[in-house]
Each structure stands twice: as C-alpha cells, then as structure tokens.
C-alpha cells in the first residue's frame, strides 16, 4: 500500500517537474563563511614567524596562491560561473533563426507599441489536462477493490 | 490512509478536469458567437454594397468584436479574427491586437492567437505558403515571407510602411505549461491580388 502511494506521488512530482524544477536548487549548499586567520602575538609566536619555516595553517588556498600570483605579476584566474544557479536554456528549433533578446523583463502586451514584445499566448490548459487526468487515474487505481 | 489519498486525488484530478472542459466549451462558445457576428457583418456590408457603396475606414471596433476572418488553406485554418490579444478574446478566435493596422491597410497587422487552439498548426505554415484575410473593406492574398523563433520578451513589434501582416503564437507549439517562447510568421502581400471586399 505504502508504495503504491509513492509511486503515485512520484508520478505527480515528476508531471510538475517543468514548473518545480528552480526549486531543485535550493539543495545546492552555500559555500562555508571564511575564517581569518588567527594569529598569536606572543613571544613564542613571533619568534615563529621571524622563523623561515614557521607552521602557520593556511585556511584560504586560493587568497594565497592570488596574492603570491600577484606578487609575481601573473593574472588572476577568471571568475567561475555557478551553473547551478542558472536556468537550464531551452534548445533552439533545428529548423528556425532564433533572435535573442535583452535582458527585458516579460510584460504583457495588449495594445501595440513600437519595440514591444509579441503579445502572451501561453496557457496552462494542456498541462492541466495532464495532471488532472493523471491525477484521476491515480486516484481510481488506489481506490480499486482488492481481490479476496 | 490508502482510500483517503485516492479519495483525494480522485477529487483533485475531477476538478482539474472540470476546470478544462468549461474552459473548452466557453471557447467553442464565444467562436460561435464570433463567427455568427461576422456572418450578420457580411451580410450587412454586401446590402450595403448592393444599395450604395460606402467605406467608413475609421470606424472604431470594439474589444471581442469580429474584425475579418483568416484563412490559411495550407493548415486548413478558417477562423474569424476578433478585437483584442486578451484571454477572454482569444478564447473566442485569433486575436487582432489594438493599435496595429488591420490586415490590408497600410502597416504591421499583428494576429496572436494560443498554440493549443487556433494556431495549433501554425508551426507548420512554410514560406511561401498563401495566407487570406477578409475585413470589412480588403480582402487580402499574403504570402509567408519568414518564420522566426523569439524569447517571450524579445522587441519583435515594428512599424511598417508597407501592408504586411505578423502571426504570432507560443513557442514550441507542444509544450507543457505555459511556453517559454514565440513563434512569429511574417506575410507580405502578393502583388495584384489585394482588393477591396466591397467590390
């Protein structure tokens, strides 16, 4: 019984995978905060950091190895691109020139207006059709008399 | 617990159900009702023809009212075109969006209408393929001079100097939820043939 009601849940997750897939990206977990350094002021410790080979732990590779490029007049690795956190783009037609637009948010357009966007034709119809037959079917089979 | 959830999965797929076959039948109704208006339009213009000929370009049409009707013989496509790019217009037929020109006056006339309805075969429109509208006053012969795929939000709307007429529809035509995309088919005017319908 217990699965049968998780293979449906499971049905109905995945129909609204299309509209619940930015959700997955909230499971990416968030970089850890940076922790300085600490470094003791004692006489102990400075007689370890006159020391050439004094054990300092290093918490931030990257700030190091930058500031050692730096010193040294290498550039800086690019910036790397979280993906995760971007949409996933929708492939082009094979068949069809596609024309990339600016940054401009989607507004609805009713009347026309030089530059505007094309006018909102989308509808939720077909995929409320799906889910709700879907849901039915689910629905009707857990609902089904069991043989004796 | 297993009766519970089919219960309620039963009554949730229902109402979904319900919600799109009332949707559906308002559409099929508010067609008809399109298609009748411009049925009694016709009418009227061709007594009015008959008796004296008279034009009255500027006339303001009304959101939902009929303005012409589109045919597309290539997709089997025979619809009458209404005032209007909102829901409760495009249920009733392609939309005639406001402030463009209508389809054989001087300008960019744009037509939207949904993918899972009137243009659902609009993706299969090829260029050079004939389009023909019908308006009070012009009759229309087009012809698909270019098919392009845009970003919702893409400035694809321009004014034009010459007559042409722009269908626009969601992109990809078969897609689950609303559609990230629009589909835009550009017809210009096949020489010769335009002609006003009163005639």
Redesign the interface.
């Known amino acids: 019984?217990r699965s049968?009601?998780l293979l449906?849940a499971a049905a109905l997750l995945a129909l609204c995978s299309?509209?619940a897939s930015a959700q997955f990206t909230g499971v990416v977990v968030p970089p850890k905060p940076k922790v300085d350094v600490v470094v003791e002021t004692t006489p102990k410790a400075v007689a370890q950091m006159r020391d050439s080979v004094a054990r300092v732990n290093l918490t931030s590779m990257k700030d190091w190895v930058d500031s050692a490029a730096s010193a040294l007049g290498v550039p800086a690795a690019p910036a790397v691109t979280d993906t995760a956190r971007m949409p996933a783009p929708?492939p082009?037609?094979a068949t069809?020139?596609?024309?990339?637009?600016?940054a401009?948010?989607?507004?609805s357009?009713?009347?026309?207006?030089?530059?505007?966007?094309?006018?909102?034709?989308?509808?939720?119809?077909?995929?409320?059709?799906?889910?709700?037959?879907?849901?039915?079917?689910?629905?009707?089979?857990?609902?089904r008399r069991r043989r004796a | 617990?297993?009766?519970l959830?089919?219960?309620?999965?039963?009554?949730?797929?229902?109402?979904?159900?319900i919600?799109?076959v009332a949707?559906?039948a308002t559409a099929a109704l508010s067609r008809d009702r399109a298609r009748a208006e411009w049925a009694a339009e016709e009418a009227r213009l061709a007594a009015e023809s008959a008796r004296a000929p008279r034009r009255d370009e500027s006339r303001p049409t009304a959101r939902g009212a009929a303005v012409g009707r589109l045919l597309i013989p290539s997709i089997g496509l025979d619809e009458v075109m209404v005032e209007?790019?909102?829901e409760r217009q495009?249920v009733a037929g392609p939309?005639h969006?406001?402030?463009?020109a209508l389809p054989g006056e001087q300008g960019n006339a744009?037509v939207?209408?949904?993918?899972?309805?009137h243009?659902r075969a609009l993706d299969e429109l090829a260029i050079g393929d004939t389009i023909v509208t019908q308006t009070r006053h012009h009759r229309v012969v087009w012809r698909v001079a270019e098919?392009?795929?845009?970003?919702?939000?893409?400035?694809?709307?321009?004014?034009s100097d010459s007559a042409r007429l722009t269908l626009?529809?969601?992109?990809?035509v078969r897609?689950?939820?609303?559609?990230?995309?629009?589909?835009?088919v550009t017809a210009v005017v096949v020489p010769g043939i335009a002609q006003a319908a009163t005639k």
Do not use: K, N
Not at chain 1, 118 to 134: D, F, M, N, Q
């Open positions: 019984m049968s009601i449906s299309v509209e929708v082009p037609p069809l020139p596609r024309i990339e637009d600016p401009v948010p989607a507004r357009t009713t009347e026309f207006r030089e530059g505007a966007a094309a006018p909102s034709t989308a509808t939720p119809i077909p995929l409320l059709a799906l889910v709700g037959l879907s849901s039915l079917a689910a629905g009707l089979w857990l609902l | 617990m297993r009766r959830t089919g219960a309620l999965l039963t009554a949730v797929g229902a109402l979904l159900l919600v799109v949707t559906q209007g790019v909102e495009l939309g969006l406001p402030g463009s744009i939207s209408a949904h993918r899972d309805r243009f098919r392009r795929v845009v970003t919702a939000a893409a400035p694809v709307l321009r004014r626009t529809t969601c992109w990809p897609y689950l939820g609303p559609a990230p995309d629009r589909l835009i």
